[in-house]
């Protein structure tokens, strides 16, 4: 099974800052996705194919990487952004990482 | 609008069954490959398992081989997880899911929780 990793476990960063999640497998994956979740809410698609924007997610969300090392980029924070993401992969069957909890500094 | 609504879940003994079910609108079911995910309180999100546009192929996390039970009725546009010899580990969140581009999940029912206890 392949295994994700998502560093940091939180990140504390301030409305306006720029956010960097990292998201590393165990082995190489053939796509990648990434999603939110705000508390007491279902999650939601933000990036699929490793830098697709899913349908209305903002442009200060944004996707890259390939193989084993993805980063999920918040350009400007906004204060609906404080949530926990999840990246998650689906070369053979679905895994996700543990999360990063991003929270208000 | 998009809308994927689960059933009620609710309280069982350990060893009990439950059958779950989610009602797909707003898109037509059989044009989807459906998941189910779990999230125990908590904690992180937990692929369970999958299902193609016409039942034929399924998939399922190992912690849930053979106790749990994917299907769907399309004509229903309704899809369903029967779930046998729960475990108090079973106890979560669990989410109806449309499967997306490139195998990701782009569409989440609200959730409905499982509790197993005695």
């Known amino acids: 099974e392949i295994v994700l990793t998502q560093s940091p476990g939180t990140l504390s960063s301030s409305p306006g800052e720029r956010a960097t999640l990292s998201c590393r497998a165990s082995q190489s994956v053939s796509n990648l996705a990434w999603y939110q979740q705000r508390p007491g809410q279902a999650p939601r698609l933000l990036i699929y194919?490793?830098?697709s924007r899913a349908t209305g997610i903002p442009d200060r969300f944004s996707g890259s990487g390939s193989e084993t090392d993805f980063t999920l980029t918040i350009s400007r924070l906004e204060p609906e952004d404080f949530a926990v993401y999840y990246c998650q992969q689906n070369t053979g069957s679905w895994t996700f990482g543990q999360g990063t909890k991003v929270e208000i500094k | 609008e998009l809308q994927l609504v689960e059933s009620e879940g609710g309280l069982v003994q350990p060893g009990g069954s439950m059958r779950l079910s989610c009602a797909a609108s707003g898109f037509t079911l059989s044009n989807y490959w459906m998941h189910w995910v779990r999230q125990a309180p908590g904690k992180g999100l937990v692929w369970v398992s999958f299902?193609?546009?016409?039942?034929?192929?399924?998939n399922y996390a190992d912690s849930v081989k053979g106790r749990f039970t994917i299907s769907r009725d399309n004509a229903k546009n309704t899809l369903y997880l029967q779930m046998t010899s729960l475990r108090a580990e079973d106890t979560a969140v669990y989410y109806c899911?449309?499967?997306?581009?490139?195998?990701?999940?782009?569409?989440w029912g609200q959730g409905t929780l499982v509790t197993v206890s005695s």
């Open positions: 299902i193609n546009y016409d039942g034929s192929t399924t």
């Open positions: 899911v449309r499967g997306g581009a490139l195998r990701s999940l782009d569409c």
């Open positions: 194919g490793a830098s």
